[in-house]
Nanobody
Framework: QVQLVESGGGLVQAGGSLRLSCAASGRTLSNYRMGWFRQAPGKEREFVACISRYGVPTSYANSVKGRLTISRDNVKNTLYLQMNGLKPEDTGVYYC?????????????????WGQGTQVTVSS
């Protein structure tokens, strides 16, 4: 079983950047396909990005394409989300998740392990 801990959230102005990290422990990260999800106040959790076990392929929500980049370092056992050109609508709690499913997935139900989340707030 893998444990996940996110970090790197914070308050940033619109147009700014943040880099989220997700540190894994307990099992090697390369055993899992990984994803980022987010949840805004009063809204359901939504898919942001996902990445296969060794970095390719990746998939993104249309709302973040060209601005957010998912990556992983299996040696460091860490998942990343580089966030550029942030908008107020990117505000929410960001969660990393690990999936034992055989294919990359955009569906939260396919992920078996979740971190506690990190808050991202983008001011206008």
């Amino acid at each position: 079983q893998v444990q996940l801990v996110e970090s790197g959230g914070g308050l940033v102005q619109a147009g700014g950047s943040l880099r989220l990290s997700c540190a894994a422990s307990g099992r090697t990260l390369s055993n899992y396909r990984m994803g980022w999800f987010r949840q805004a106040p009063g809204k359901e959790r939504e898919f942001v990005a996902c990445i296969s076990r060794y970095g390719v392929p990746t998939s993104y929500a249309n709302s973040v394409k060209g601005r957010l980049t998912i990556s992983r370092d299996n040696v460091k056992n860490t998942l990343y989300l580089q966030m550029n050109g942030l908008k107020p609508e990117d505000t929410g709690v960001y969660y990393c998740a690990a999936s034992s499913s055989p294919a990359v997935s955009t569906q939260a139900n396919d992920y078996h392990y979740w971190g506690q989340g990190t808050q991202v707030t983008v001011s206008s």
